[in-house]
């Protein structure tokens, strides 16, 4: 491939089978966002949004990107803000790992961390701290991935039709992890359009909020605690997470994800995140259920490189 800018790379990234833990009846397939400019799926949307606040004139030049962030749509948009001229100021939780906040650093991005101790109700929240200082900054624009309908827009017109057509439609489930909601919403509703019968699951970590109220239409305040993934569940419910999407969601610990993603390191050859770990723990627990053949897409939504500092050597 031979392309005029960087931003011309992403997406149409790759789909692998994974040959030595399909078993049985399952057979199992990676879509491998990892191999997009910034390391992570979440180039298409900061791409889409970007583009959608353009045409739309409410991003115009001049205009500083502010956006809450777990680091890899602080990647994604602190680099396409710098090729795009748009200076960025983004919030993270101190659990993000120093990989990812080198990252959104190295692409010259202003880069604000809240304390660890902070909660989902206090004004020093990552999500918070960042409508705080768009509202404080006259000339800023917030993308609110978490909110943003354009977020599932883009998975909807390019993630869910590049894996539908991958897999030339034969997929009877995707597993994917959500945060803000946009991957699994926007793919699996693309998908459950050409064909109802597709199972959309999502592992959820023990201490987030999307399990309980899938399960049960509520939100129990204390059943929502710190866990270490990064990227997966939430705090408090996003307008970007289609529940009637979602066909079952099982709970993971942080282990189970960890232990997942070193797995597919030795199993696969495939260095992904914790998230992609959490997502193939899930679809091998499903395999050792499954009473028919099934193909099973999985969402490896980044690379094991950006946690390196977390793995035990
Ligand atoms: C590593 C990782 N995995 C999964 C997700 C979940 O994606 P979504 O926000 O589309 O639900 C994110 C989102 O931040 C992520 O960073």
Known sequence: MKTSSILNTIGNTPLVALKNSSTGNANLFAKLEMFNPTYSIKDRIVSYL?????????L?????????TSGNTGAALAMIGAQKKYPVILTTPAKTSPEKI????????DVRISPASTTKNDSNHYVTAAKTLHQSLPHSFLLDQYNNPANIAAHYRFTGPEIWEQMHGKIDYLIACGSSGGTITGV??????????IKIIMPDP????YYDYF??????????????????????ICQCMDFSIIDDIIQITDENAYHAMTQLVTQEGIFAGGS????FYAACTLANILKKPANIVIIFPDSGLKYLSSLKQ
Do not use: C, W
């Open 50 to 58: 970007i583009d959608e606040a353009e045409k739309q004139g409410l």
């Open 60 to 68: 115009i030049p001049g205009m500083t990107l502010i956006e809450a």
């Open 102 to 109: 080198i990252l959104m650093k190295a692409y010259g991005a």
């Open 188 to 197: 699996g509703r693309f998908l459950k359009e050409r064909n109802p019968h």
């Open 206 to 209: 023990i201490g987030s909020v």
């Open 215 to 236: 399960k049960t239409g509520k939100i129990h305040d204390n059943h929502i605690k710190p866990y270490k993934l990064e990227g997966a569940g939430k705090d408090s």
């Open 276 to 279: 992609s770990g959490a997502a």
